[in-house]
C-alpha cells in the first residue's frame, strides 16, 4: 500500500491532470511543500502523458500557471511576514535551515535565483519566501517568475513526453528513470552541504 503512495505513476494516474497542477502549486506556494517530488512527478506526468493517461496540453498550460501562482504566494507570504521568518520555531513543517539555505542561495546569484531554484528540491519551495523577505520589487520579481516557471515546467514535462514517445513499451522503464531523475535533482543540495561542511570544517 506504501510503495503504491509512494509512486508518481500511481498519484497521477489516481490525481489526474488538475492533481498533478495542485502538487505543483503547493510544493512551490506552501512552505511545507518542499515534501512534494516536483521534478519526478512533473517527469512522469509527461512520460504518461504519451499513454493516454493524462492530458498533455493542460498539464503544460496547467503545471506552468500553478508554478507562477506559487512563487507569487510564496513572495507575498515572506513580504507579510518579513525578517520574523527568520526567528520562527522549527516544526514538522518548518525548518529555519531550508530558510537559510535559501537565503544563502540568493545572496550569491541574486535574481537569478528565482529562476536557478526552480531546479533545485527545497530550494525552489523557499527561494521566493527570501525574495519576499528582502523586499525584491514585484516587477521584478514576477518576471523571473515567469520564466523559471515556464523553463522547469516545460522542459520536466516535455523530457518525460519525448523520452515517452522515443522507447518502445516504455511502461518498464518508468521507476528507473523517475529515480534517476530524483538522483540528479538532489545532486546540486548535496554539492552545497557538503561545501558548507567543508567551509565549516
Same mark, same amino acid.
Given at each position: 500500500?506504501?510503495? *503504491?503512495?509512494l509512486?508518481p $505513476?500511481s /498519484?497521477?494516474?489516481?490525481a489526474g *491532470?488538475?492533481?498533478? /497542477? !495542485?502538487i505543483?502549486?503547493m %510544493? *512551490?506556494? =506552501?512552505?511545507? @511543500?518542499?515534501f512534494?517530488p516536483g521534478?519526478?512527478?512533473l517527469?512522469t506526468a509527461?512520460? =504518461?502523458?504519451? $499513454? #493516454?493517461y493524462?492530458s498533455?496540453?493542460? =498539464?503544460?498550460? #496547467?503545471?506552468?500557471?500553478a508554478?507562477?501562482a506559487?512563487?507569487s504566494?510564496?513572495y507575498a507570504f !515572506?513580504?507579510?511576514?518579513?525578517?520574523a521568518?527568520?526567528?520562527?520555531? +522549527?516544526s =514538522?513543517?518548518?525548518?529555519?535551515?531550508?530558510?537559510?539555505r535559501a $537565503?544563502h542561495f540568493y %545572496?550569491?546569484h !541574486?535574481?537569478?535565483? /528565482?529562476?536557478?531554484?526552480r531546479f533545485?528540491p527545497v530550494?525552489?519551495?523557499?527561494a521566493?519566501?527570501?525574495?519576499?523577505?528582502g523586499n525584491?520589487?514585484y516587477?521584478?520579481?514576477?518576471?523571473?517568475n515567469?520564466? #523559471? @516557471?515556464?523553463?522547469?515546467?516545460w522542459?520536466?514535462?516535455?523530457? @518525460?513526453? !519525448?523520452? @515517452?514517445?522515443?522507447?518502445? +513499451?516504455?511502461?518498464r522503464?518508468?521507476l528507473?528513470?523517475?529515480?534517476?531523475?530524483?538522483?540528479i535533482?538532489?545532486?546540486?543540495?548535496?554539492? %552545497?552541504i557538503r561545501?558548507?561542511?567543508k /567551509?565549516?570544517?
Open positions: 500500500m506504501l510503495s *503504491t503512495l509512486n $505513476q /498519484i497521477i494516474i489516481a *491532470t488538475l492533481g498533478v /497542477i !495542485g505543483v502549486f %510544493e *512551490t506556494g =506552501l512552505f511545507f @511543500g518542499f512534494f521534478d519526478s512527478l517527469f509527461g512520460f =504518461l502523458a504519451t $499513454q #493516454g493524462i498533455f496540453p493542460w =498539464l503544460l498550460v #496547467g503545471a506552468f500557471a508554478a507562477v506559487g512563487d504566494v510564496g !515572506g513580504k507579510k511576514v518579513g525578517p521568518i527568520f526567528t520562527k520555531n +522549527d =514538522l513543517f518548518f525548518n529555519r535551515k531550508h530558510i537559510a $537565503q %545572496e550569491k !541574486g535574481r537569478k535565483t /528565482i529562476i536557478l531554484a533545485i530550494v525552489r519551495t523557499f521566493p519566501i527570501v525574495a519576499g523577505v525584491m520589487p516587477k521584478t520579481f514576477i518576471v523571473f515567469l520564466i #523559471g @516557471g515556464f523553463l522547469w515546467t522542459a520536466m514535462l516535455w523530457f @518525460g513526453y !519525448g523520452l @515517452g514517445a522515443l522507447i518502445p +513499451d516504455p511502461d522503464f518508468v528507473p528513470v523517475v529515480a534517476a531523475i530524483i538522483v535533482s538532489v545532486l546540486p543540495a548535496l554539492r %552545497e561545501k558548507n561542511y /567551509i565549516r570544517a
